[in-house]
């Protein structure tokens, strides 16, 4: 079984995506073998209100059976808009989501925000996963209106921090994994999993031996990024590194523990 944890429907302002619904991401999903894919709606991080972005997801998974059974909806909540705790309601117990996606650079806030704390605390006592993307694009190629500061793997530990008990998913990470002891030791208790998508987990073997095997899973960031790279770090992993087993936490053992699938 192969589970992405990371992908999205929806629209880029700055770039032309091939593929970007719910049609086109089963058909890639097809092609590439994978079975159930965690996905998000692209235009919440641009709309003013994110809530609209979650509507059109979850209309769109409705208008297939197929769709509904291999795509679980994650919801964009803004936790600075007003009227986002209602967006969260409306989102877990209607639109049947399973996670929230959180964009607070494209959002404007930063992760201590109160609000931001407020949202992950809610989302902690429902039992649903936060969504952390550490960039979208690479801002060295992106349009001059783009978001230009990226996040490093420490950047996130200010809300890990101070909700502790959450989960996880941190997305996307395209730099330094660097951190200190002390700093580890938090992502190490904490229940995260972090993707293969990104560039900064090429060597995913040396990771794995830092932080665990249970604290990876596979994902694309597709469409923005390719469907296949996230998969070929796992399997391009040496037999000392990850064992058949170990491939297999990460393929989709790690992601159904995750959300209880």
Avoid at 68 to 87: L, T
Avoid at 170 to 177: D, F, H, Y
Avoid at 182 to 206: A, N, V
């Amino acid at each position: 079984m192969l589970i992405d944890s990371n992908s999205y429907v929806g629209h880029w302002p700055f770039r032309q995506l091939q593929g970007s619904n719910c049609r086109g991401l089963l058909d890639r999903m097809n092609r590439h073998g994978i079975d159930v894919s965690l996905v998000s709606n692209l235009n919440g991080v641009f709309y003013k209100n994110t809530q609209n972005a979650n509507e059109e997801l979850y209309n769109e998974i409705r208008s297939e059976k197929q769709f509904a059974d291999r795509i679980i909806p994650f919801a964009v909540i803004n936790p600075v808009y007003s009227g986002w705790k209602n967006d969260l309601e409306v989102c877990h117990k209607k639109l049947g989501m399973q996670g929230v996606r959180l964009y607070p650079k494209y959002h404007r806030y930063e992760l201590d925000h109160p609000n931001c704390i407020e949202l992950v605390r809610i989302a902690r006592d429902r039992g649903l996963p936060v969504a952390l993307s550490l960039r979208m694009v690479d801002s060295r190629t992106s349009s001059w209106l783009d978001v230009e500061k990226e996040w490093a793997l420490k950047d996130i530990l200010p809300i890990i921090k101070a909700v502790s008990d959450a989960k996880y998913l941190i997305l996307n990470i395209a730099n330094s994994t660097a951190m200190s002891e002390y700093d580890l030791d938090w992502f190490k208790k904490t229940d995260l999993i972090m993707d293969t998508s990104g560039r900064g987990i090429s060597d995913l073997g040396q990771l794995i031996a830092r932080f665990g095997k249970e604290k990876f899973a596979f994902g694309t960031h597709a469409p923005i990024l390719d469907d296949r790279t996230g998969l070929l770090r796992i399997e391009a992993m040496r037999d000392s590194e990850a064992d058949t087993q170990t491939k297999s936490m990460l393929k989709s053992g790690n992601a159904r523990r995750f959300l209880k699938l």
